[in-house]
């Protein structure tokens, strides 16, 4: 996979009120036969009609409203948890309901499994997922986390289609990320992806180079320089946020003959408190880099 670590966290803000269910309220009738009942509503004014049916229409509303915070708060404490198989067991009931909020939340858990999933499985996840993304496309383009899945997964889908499949990939992985990075400017991940993605191009094996030239009219170009930006502007937005993203600044500037510096930041990721295994890969990948540059 070209862009192996394009996408490993996911740290978005949310803002998880505190919301009290409304209870239901219902008016006390006196018992009265079904003629008086009909007779009664046959002389009511029409408007009034009319607006009892906007008062219980408008209070549907707000219920209905209610309980899909109620349901995105939940999936969110379950995700921060870690129990990606409860969040998915609790959106996946609503798939098919074009809500936005929970298309790219149950995309983005389902990528999540798919990350320690058998290879038969993992492709199935990949294509589920990347599916309810491009569907959550299409209704709100301007979401930033749709945005960011659809790179995320266009990504991962085009690298299971083969080497080929993924170059022709490459301008569309990159616009998705852009486009996310408009929506919000001050997420590290997504500029740390973006600079991620613009190591990679500039890094290319030459027969990677022969295919992409091959298969554009201009092949994707990027440099070392414009990675180096991206991936100080994300430590900037937020410091010391991803131990790979410090890992990618010692290994840019070391790409950048900055030597210097990259030492700093490799020494940073050796030091950088581990969290989970992903962390771990890092420190260990600069302590190498750095053993070899000392040596």
């Known amino acids: 996979m070209l862009l192996q670590r394009l996408y490993r966290i996911t740290r978005c803000s949310r803002d998880l009120r505190r919301i009290i269910p409304c209870k239901n309220i219902h008016s006390t009738f006196k018992k009265e ?7 009664k509503l046959w ?29 995105i708060a939940k999936a969110d404490v379950l995700f921060d948890q870690g129990d ?25 858990v389902i990528y999540k499994m798919s990350e320690t999933a058998n290879d038969v499985e993992a492709r199935k996840l990949i294509y589920h997922g990347y599916d309810l993304v491009r569907v959550a496309l299409g209704i709100q383009e301007d979401h930033f986390a749709v945005q960011k899945w659809m790179s995320v997964f266009l990504n991962s889908k085009s690298s299971l289609d083969g080497t080929k499949a993924h170059l022709k990939e490459l301008y569309n992985i990159k616009k998705h990320m852009l486009r996310a990075s ?10 740390y992806m973006l600079g991620y993605w613009c190591y990679e191009i500039s890094n290319l094996a030459w027969y990677q180079r022969k295919i992409a030239s091959a298969l554009f009219t201009e092949p994707p170009t990027s440099s070392f320089e414009e990675a180096l930006m991206y991936h100080k502007n994300a430590e900037e937005v937020d410091p010391n946020f991803y131990s790979h993203n410090l890992l990618m600044l010692g290994k840019t500037y070391l790409k950048l003959d900055r030597k210097e510096e990259a030492i700093k930041y490799l020494k940073k990721t050796v030091e950088y408190p581990a969290k989970n295994d992903d962390d771990q890969k890092a420190k260990q990948e600069a302590q190498k880099i750095l053993s070899s540059i000392s040596g």
């Open 84 to 108: 990606y198989k409860g969040v998915y067991d609790l959106l996946s009931k609503y798939e098919d309901s074009k809500d936005v909020e929970i298309l790219w939340r149950l995309s983005r």
């Open 33 to 39: 036969s079904n003629v008086q009942a009909v007779g």
């Open 43 to 71: 002389v009511t004014s029409p408007f009034i009609i009319m607006g009892m049916w906007s008062v219980t229409k408008t209070k549907n509303e707000e219920e209905t409203q209610v309980a899909g915070q109620v349901l």
């Open 182 to 191: 408009e929506l919000n400017p001050t997420d590290a991940t997504t500029l």
